[in-house]
């Protein structure tokens, strides 16, 4: 999954034990959030995919699911400057800034041709 936590976490981490695998577990993380109530979750729902990267292969395997799914769809998958540009958090001056750096590449390309869209 995917965590994002508050600063209590260092605290709560630090009081763990390791399990029968000699590991600190996140799922005894999250149980910790879960019972004193401040555990939040969203589900992910249609339009994500999770990809384990956990092995060489499955990184490998997630690898390769990206480049085909960006080929065939012509977008980016997890594109920052694109995501801030579309959430109007940055502007298309400073995005075209972002992108100039990048213009002799695909990926500086394919910012510019997001200013040719507005």
Not at 26 to 47: F, K, S, W
Not at 50 to 67: R, Y
Not at 90 to 109: C, F, M, S, T, V
């Amino acid at each position: 999954g995917l965590y994002f936590y508050d600063n209590e976490v260092v605290g709560l981490a630090k009081d763990l034990k390791p399990s029968p695998r000699g590991e600190l577990e996140i799922t005894d993380l999250n149980r910790l959030y879960l019972e004193a109530g401040t555990l939040q979750v969203e589900v992910m729902g249609r339009g994500y995919a999770w990809l384990d990267t956990g092995t060489h292969d499955s990184l490998l395997e997630a690898g390769q699911f990206i480049a085909t799914l960006e080929k065939r769809q012509g977008l980016k998958v997890a594109c920052p400057e694109e995501i801030a540009f579309r959430s109007h958090w940055i502007d298309a001056e400073r995005l075209n800034a972002l992108a100039q750096p990048l213009a002799k590449n695909g990926y500086g390309q394919y910012l510019l041709q997001l200013l040719k869209e507005i």
